[in-house]
């Protein structure tokens, strides 16, 4: 494990998750539709940050729908891709190899491995790409 990867996971708290800014986007836009619902219960407080955070995880999506890009980029967990490296690549929303590899150097390790399959990674996310 590299220290990258190990200072990762020491500074998440336990049974927590990576999430990408499309997951985190469609997660926040869902509560959002529900807001009406939420501020009549007394009991529940929407923070005042949720519409900053909400905004960041809009404005940081490059794609059009998280499931997709979930399938798409989870089977590289097979090539020695780790989450934080998957969520990295979902955020950024690289076009080529090297664009990943120069932005994402942990990756350079695998990469007799881990290069054909992210080309093909970033080939099915240039189809789902959101226009901006």
């Not at 995880?57 to 997709?68: D, I, Q, R, V, Y």
Request: aromatic share 4%; proline share 5%.
């Amino acid at each position: 494990m590299s220290d990258a990867e190990l200072k990762l996971q020491l500074d998440m708290p336990p049974n927590s998750i990576l999430l990408s800014n499309c997951e985190a986007a469609e997660m926040l836009q869902k509560i959002q539709g529900h807001m009406a619902i939420l501020s009549e219960d007394p009991t529940i407080k929407i923070p005042e940050s949720f519409d900053k955070a909400f905004q960041y995880a809009k404005e940081g999506n490059h794609f059009t729908s998280a499931k997709l890009v979930k399938e798409i980029l989870e089977p590289l967990k097979d090539y020695g891709v780790n989450d934080g490296e998957i969520c990295m690549i979902a955020n950024i929303g690289p076009e080529t190899i090297e664009e990943v590899y120069a932005l994402i150097p942990s990756l350079k390790a695998t990469r007799s491995i881990n290069e054909g399959k992210i080309v093909e990674a970033l080939a099915a996310l240039a189809n789902i790409k959101a226009s901006k």
